[in-house]
Nanobody
Framework: VHLVESGGGLVQPGGSLRLSCAASGFSFSSYGVSWYRQAPGKERELVAAITSGGGITNAADSVKGRFTISRDNAKNTMYLQMNSLKPEDTAVYYC?????????WGQGTQVTVSS
């Protein structure tokens, strides 16, 4: 199982970014996947999750209405569209897949929201 995040960077408040998570080594279309984030000095938290069929099962209250999770099973890729970014969204963003009760994580991508 291999997960690779990309798309992070520095953005001004109010700006947008789209993160991608490219998956390989397993049948991506058969599993739910999710985005987490971890800010400095804080615990890792769930941002949003999406089922194998594209149903969104969870989203943190702090990002509802601003972030959208999606997936393209043909490309083995999951996305996180982030709009109206705030400084408190600054964190390392990780994708996760759970297979047979084992969690697999990507290496993370840094998102920094600052003027």
């Amino acid at each position: 199982v291999h997960l690779v995040e990309s798309g992070g960077g520095l953005v001004q408040p109010g700006g947008s970014l789209r993160l991608s998570c490219a998956a390989s080594g397993f049948s991506f279309s058969s599993y739910g996947v999710s985005w987490y984030r971890q800010a400095p000095g804080k615990e890792r938290e769930l941002v949003a999750a999406i089922t194998s069929g594209g149903g969104i099962t969870n989203a943190a209250d702090s990002v509802k209405g601003r972030f959208t999770i999606s997936r393209d099973n043909a490309k083995n890729t999951m996305y996180l569209q982030m709009n109206s970014l705030k400084p408190e969204d600054t964190a390392v963003y990780y994708c996760k897949a759970r297979l047979l009760r084992v969690d697999y994580w990507g290496q993370g991508t840094q998102v920094t929201v600052s003027s």
